[in-house]
Each structure stands twice: as structure tokens, then as C-alpha cells.
């Protein structure tokens, strides 16, 4: 699967993960449909729990990240790309 597709109908669905501790933003996927990506939620909804992050919010949705995961800090944003 292309992960660069231009079209928003063609965008690949992901879930998004957003937590208070530590200040992340988690992309997971790409994943053909959105049942798919529901399906997927929870696993990875409970493995950053298990791995002590607080004040999850999942969400999944069309979208194209750039990165998968975004270090949130008071001073500036550190960007891990895959």
C-alpha cells in the first residue's frame, strides 16, 4: 500500500493515539477499512497502557501522518519518522 496517496478517498485508515503521560501522538496502520483499524484499537490502546502511559485517547481515522510518533514537550516537538 501506497502510504503517500494524494486522493482523500484513497487515504489509508489509522488509529490515532494521543496520550497525557507521556505527551504523545501515536500513529498506527495503514489499514485497509475502518472496522479493520477499530479491530486494531484496543491492542494497541492496552500495550501503551502496559507500558505506563496515562490518559489515552484513540481515535481512528482517514488521514496521511508524516510521522508515526510525536514527542510533545513544553519547549519544542521532537519527531521520530519511520
Known amino acids: 500500500m501506497n502510504l503517500f496517496q494524494s486522493n482523500q478517498s ?3 485508515w ?5 496520550t497525557a503521560v ?3 501522538t501515536y500513529y498506527f496502520g495503514p489499514f485497509d477499512s475502518e472496522k ?3 479491530l ?8 501503551l497502557y502496559q507500558e ?3 490518559d489515552i ?3 481512528v481515522k482517514q488521514c496521511q501522518p ?17
Open 10 to 12: 484513497e487515504l489509508a
Open 14 to 18: 489509522w488509529v490515532e493515539i494521543n
Open 22 to 24: 507521556p505527551r504523545c
Open 36 to 38: 479493520e483499524a477499530q
Open 40 to 47: 486494531s484499537r484496543s491492542g494497541y490502546v492496552e500495550d
Open 52 to 54: 505506563e502511559a496515562r
Open 57 to 59: 485517547i484513540a481515535l
Open 66 to 82: 508524516d510521522v508515526l510518533t510525536i514527542f510533545h514537550d513544553k519547549a519544542e516537538v521532537h519527531v521520530s519518522s519511520f
